[in-house]
């Protein structure tokens, strides 16, 4: 054991261990989820939903670890996201992170610290995409029904991380 994973206690590294491999099979299991379903639960953004998972029941340093593998692991066993696309991803990914920690820091309101790192990281992305890709591929990521539910998205998401560290403070 590193020095690093001896500062965890046993019920934390439990914890982000479950986590992450739930997270695993999860994106793992997305596709099977879509077909089964007969819905594109990639609108619901299954490594946003794992990466918001960690925010509010991991550790800082695990959130970055599930921002710069989910990416790569859903790539890895699926062959979705391209390759470029899944390095916009892991970027928007590892900003929501960061910018979340820096948020919920600076302006002490756990609401608008998932709003605003989501808001950003996303807008960062679509701006990442139009340099990479094209205004057409923008547009087709950008359709109406898709930027509806992430809207939706992130308000549920946003009130999920201020409902749970707002108990916490409790």
Not at 37 to 55: D, G, N, Q, T
Not at 92 to 112: A, P
Request: include cysteine; proline fraction near 4%.
């Amino acid at each position: 054991m590193n020095v690093q994973t001896a500062s965890l206690s046993k019920k934390e590294l439990l914890k982000a261990l479950l986590l992450d491999a739930g997270a695993l099979a999860f994106i793992f299991l997305t596709p099977s989820l879509a077909h089964l379903l007969s819905f594109p639960v990639y609108m619901l953004e299954p490594m946003r939903v794992m990466l918001i998972l960690s925010l509010a029941h991991s550790s800082k340093k695990n959130s970055y670890l599930l921002a710069l593998t989910l990416p790569l692991f859903s790539f890895l066993v699926s062959g979705h996201p391209e390759a470029v696309k899944m390095m916009v991803i892991t970027a928007e990914l590892v900003l929501n992170v960061f910018l979340f920690y820096l948020l919920s820091e600076r302006i002490r309101n756990i609401f608008w610290s998932g709003m605003l790192s989501i808001l950003v990281s996303k807008l960062c992305c679509y701006l990442a995409y139009l340099a990479v890709f094209s205004l057409a591929f923008v547009r087709a990521e950008a359709a109406p029904l898709f930027l509806l539910v992430q809207a939706a998205t992130t308000l549920v998401f946003s009130t999920y991380l201020f409902l749970l560290f707002k108990r916490r403070q409790s």
